[in-house]
């Protein structure tokens, strides 16, 4: 098959295009490279393209025929949730105009297939602690608000002229799955603070009184290489005619506090973590785990990897970067 990736050249989309192109698919990549790196998709064939600017449609639209491409995989977003509380409109901008314009391409050049990079954070302040699909979605902050408008936007689109459309709701992804391509833009958990660190800095933690067992907020944390496989998984669900659901959990049912994160990493590392406790940042839910049971029985997808290896992975990738850290 022929796959093109938006965003294939950031964190997540690396991977998935490295699984891609190991199993043989050709890939097109679409990305802005703002914190993304060409040097990340191999052999695949880059067009440096912001999706939500001016004439994406059509430019999109014409790759699409030239590549004859089967299907469409899109990652391309903003994704901090502070950012978003603070800039709205630019997030739907990004968010909701990127991807309205994927799909209109997908429309015009007769392009059906699908995976959608959605979020945990459609889920808002869940009142239960562990969410599934069936809950209702009540975003707390403008990024969930345009991913949730993403799955309705692909679900207006699958009832309007058939796309087949299926969206991932992630938790919080971490690691590496080679050395190579570990987090690059220092806008997860764990690359915050090892930055911080390299710099001479305190790692931060917003937020202490949380209602958890050690005051600070418990994530679903998800190994990057787990979540990559997943949207293989998910491209061989849109060739099957039975597709009962269209949203899926990609979780592993199990949290872990950010305290219980910083004191890993200091377990996998040798380094000695002492964090500063700052205010809550705006948008924050306490607790956000996630069921994975209806992917584990729909796609026979599991998550493989715990919270230790997804450190270590993540720790040995920094490590073979440019700003190694002297343990």
């Not at 991807?99 to 007769?110: H, I, K, T, W, Y």
């Not at 205010?279 to 839910?285: F, L």
């Not at 599991?302 to 993540?314: C, F, N, Y």
């Amino acid at each position: 098959m022929t796959i093109l990736v938006t965003g294939g050249a950031g964190y997540i989309g690396a991977h998935v295009v490295r699984l891609l192109q190991q199993r043989g698919d050709t890939v097109v990549v679409v990305d802005d490279l703002s914190t993304g790196a060409a040097g990340r998709i191999g052999d695949a064939t880059l067009i440096e393209l912001d999706v939500a600017g001016e004439g994406a449609q059509a430019r999109i639209a014409e790759a699409l025929r030239e590549h004859q491409v089967d299907a469409v995989i899109h990652f391309a977003a903003r994704k901090q949730v502070g950012e978003s509380v603070a800039r709205p409109v630019y997030y739907y901008q990004q968010n909701v105009t990127g991807l309205a314009n994927v799909v209109g391409a997908m429309e015009d050049a007769g392009v059906d297939r699908l995976v959608f990079s959605s979020s945990a954070a459609t889920y808002g302040m869940p009142p239960v602690s562990v969410v599934d699909e069936k809950l209702h979605a009540e975003p707390i902050n403008p990024y969930g608000e345009t991913k949730l408008i993403g799955e309705w936007l692909g679900r207006a689109a699958a009832h309007a002229w058939g796309l087949k459309f299926v969206a991932l709701r992630y938790f919080n992804v971490a690691g590496s799955g080679w050395d190579d391509l570990g987090d690059p833009a220092v806008l997860n958990l764990v690359p915050m603070v090892l930055d911080r660190i390299e710099r001479g800095d305190a790692p931060k933690i917003f937020g202490d009184d949380y209602p958890t067992a050690d005051g600070t907020c418990i994530r679903d944390y998800i190994h990057v290489l787990d979540l990559a496989k997943a949207h293989i998984a998910a491209l061989e669900y849109l060739v099957g005619t039975e597709r009962p659901f269209d949203v899926f959990n990609v979780g592993t049912g199990t949290g872990s506090s950010v305290k219980e994160v910083l004191d890993g990493l200091a377990r996998v590392s040798g380094l000695t973590v002492v964090p500063e406790i700052e205010a809550r940042r705006a948008g924050d839910p306490p607790q956000l785990v996630g069921s994975p049971e209806r992917i584990n029985t729909v796609f026979g997808w599991h998550a493989e990897a715990g919270l230790d290896e997804i450190l270590q992975s993540a720790w040995d990738a920094w490590q073979a970067g440019p700003r190694r850290i002297d343990v």
